[in-house]
């Protein structure tokens, strides 16, 4: 059996950013922070943590805190599902659930299909916002219990479910998208290469997959603009800064004035997204599940594939 009170003192180092951190949080002295972890790291013959500037986990020191988190929300469940778990006449307890989103879901159609459910049991969400294709890495770190990827791969002791298409189209300030043409109105993608693309982020490859997908472009060279911010990225394309790419949720709510034109109608880049999440999830991450994927269902295209990579029968 681990010590649960060595196990809280790694997740306490992690979680807070350091030993001292961890103390104060703990209410103990600095060591006997560093000897529950000597005497974990000991136990296990496995080193936990990296020391240096910052303290980071090993990938068992990772697995151990997503653990932790787990056993946290279970012992939630369990205690409010006792009886007597609460005082009579008063709400259950708010608990915490950490989930990694890509920006565009979050700003779409995420938040407004887990709302209902997070309200009615009591549950709040600590988001961490990440590109779709690196959200994976925050559930393998055990930072969060769940997250949306393009990975269709699960890792080990988890589940990948089908969640659906969200479909961009390459667009533009009118203006802009006109010098992208030729005079008889055909685009030029050397035009194209020449004008400046916004991108969300430096992780952010939708507008290469774009041009690969298109125009067989690969690692195509063009200025960008990286604006890190959903209504951001949205106002450097309505001022004409740029070409982007953007979803049709976010197309189809559109409320400015200021009108975005397909600069090459037709073509769209289709991304899948996954729901990733532990295959042994505790009662309130479970909710959380079958709310993200009723969302998908309802808000993304269908995804042409099997029904859930690694997912239980029945």
Request: charged share 20%; proline share 6%.
């Amino acid at each position: 059996m681990l010590d649960a009170r060595q196990l809280e003192a790694l997740a306490a180092v992690l979680e807070q950013g350091g030993f001292g951190p961890a103390a104060q949080a703990l209410n103990v002295t600095l060591a006997a922070v560093s000897l529950r972890i000597k005497a974990l790291e000991a136990a296990l013959g496995q080193r936990l943590l990296v020391r240096g500037k910052t303290v980071r986990a090993t990938p068992v020191g990772q697995a151990l805190l997503a653990h932790v988190k787990q056993l946290r929300l279970m012992e939630a469940d369990l205690v409010n599902g006792m009886q007597g778990g609460k005082e009579p006449g008063k709400p259950a307890p708010w608990h915490s659930l950490s989930v990694a989103v890509n920006a565009d879901s979050l700003s779409s159609w995420f938040l407004p299909g887990v709302a209902a459910m997070l309200v009615q049991h009591r549950l709040l969400l600590d988001v961490v916002i990440d590109d779709q294709d690196h959200t994976h890495e925050a559930l393998k770190n055990g930072d969060v219990v769940g997250c949306v990827s393009t990975r269709q791969q699960p890792m080990r002791a988890c589940l990948a479910e089908p969640l659906g298409v969200m479909r961009y189209r390459c667009v533009a300030a009118p203006k802009l998208a006109k010098r992208c043409h030729t005079p008889k109105g055909v685009l030029s993608v050397h035009r194209l290469l020449d004008t400046p693309a916004v991108i969300f982020n430096r992780k952010d490859g939708l507008q290469d997959a774009f041009l690969q997908q298109h125009f067989a472009l690969q690692t195509p060279q063009y200025p960008r603009h990286f604006v890190p911010s959903v209504d951001g990225f949205e106002s450097a394309l309505t001022h004409g800064l740029g070409w982007g790419l953007v979803s049709d949720l976010h197309l189809a709510t559109r409320t400015g004035p200021a009108p975005l034109v397909e600069i090459l109608p037709g073509s769209a880049v289709d991304i899948a997204l996954y729901w990733h999440h532990w295959e042994r999830e505790p009662l309130s991450a479970q909710r959380l599940t079958r709310a993200v994927k009723q969302a998908g269902r309802q808000s993304l295209a269908a995804l042409a594939l099997p029904p859930a990579i690694g997912q239980r029968r029945g």
